[in-house]
T-cell receptor
Framework: GAVVSQHPSWVICKSGTSVKIECRSL??????MFWYRQFPKQSLMLMAT?????????EQGVEKDKFLINHASLTLSTLTVTSAHPEDSSFYIC???????????????FGPGTRLTVL | AQSVTQLDSQVPVFEEAPVELRCNYS??????LFWYVQYPNQGLQLLLK??????LVESINGFEAEFNKSQTSFHLRKPSVHISDTAEYFC???????????FGKGTLLTVNP
């Protein structure tokens, strides 16, 4: 199957700093990428939908000014956590749709996730 | 709006025993259903999916799931599990044209020797 990478795989930062997480589709073009957040022993919660060349669509309750998403190319989307605080500590996962023009039949592939710890 | 309920957070079984991981969903539109597996320290991998056609879908490693519209369920089954099946399993639903996935809380399957 297609591969999605995330970088970094883990990051520790001080409260108040900003952290950027990259999501790349390595061998396919992804017009749409999704960003999820996963708390321990809980489900993945969709944060936003990122479409190449346009503004991201955020889910209700997600602060767009805190979680900046950029999808500048067909293979790269970035999530920047601005002014991070300890409550932002979580596991962030991205997924990318392998665009084949088949609608729901286009498969989503997931990255391995990024563990963010804010001290 | 749509939601997914995975009734069991943990399912311990012995090797070669059968297993069923339960998943119920609610949705106001036609649904597409998925099971994903997450091995330790890895990303989610698609196990199987129901998009249309036959309500019984199978994976290459022996898992199967049946879409039951009347019971709004999509339970995952395997007749004989291996230790390597130990992982977290997530049921997910997608509806409409936005391709967004709504996940259940996951079921940790632990296969013991």
């Amino acid at each position: 199957g297609a591969v999605v990478s995330q970088h970094p795989s883990w990051v520790i930062c001080k409260s108040g700093t900003s952290v950027k997480i990259e999501c790349r589709s390595l061998d396919f073009q992804a017009t749409t990428m999704f960003w999820y957040r996963q708390f321990p022993k809980q489900s993945l919660m969709l944060m936003a939908t990122s479409n190449e060349g346009s503004k991201a669509t955020y889910e209700q309750g997600v602060e767009k000014d805190k979680f900046l998403i950029n999808h500048a190319s067909l293979t790269l989307s970035t999530l920047t956590v601005t002014s991070a605080h300890p409550e932002d500590s979580s596991f962030y996962i991205c997924s990318a749709r392998d665009f084949q023009g088949r609608g729901i039949f286009d498969e989503q592939f997931f990255g391995p996730g990024t563990r963010l710890t804010v001290l | 709006a749509q939601s997914v309920t995975q009734l069991d957070s943990q399912v311990p079984v012995f090797e070669e025993a059968p297993v069923e991981l339960r998943c119920n969903y609610s949705s106001s539109v036609s649904v597409y259903l998925f099971w994903y597996v997450q091995y330790p320290n890895q990303g989610l991998q698609l196990l199987l999916k129901y998009l249309s056609g036959s309500t019984l879908v199978e994976s290459i490693n022996g898992f199967e799931a049946e879409f039951n519209k009347s019971q709004t369920s999509f339970h995952l089954r395997k007749p004989s599990v291996h230790i390597s099946d130990t992982a977290e399993y997530f049921c997910a639903v997608s509806g409409g044209s936005n391709y967004k996935l709504t996940f259940g809380k996951g079921t940790l399957l632990t296969v013991n020797p």
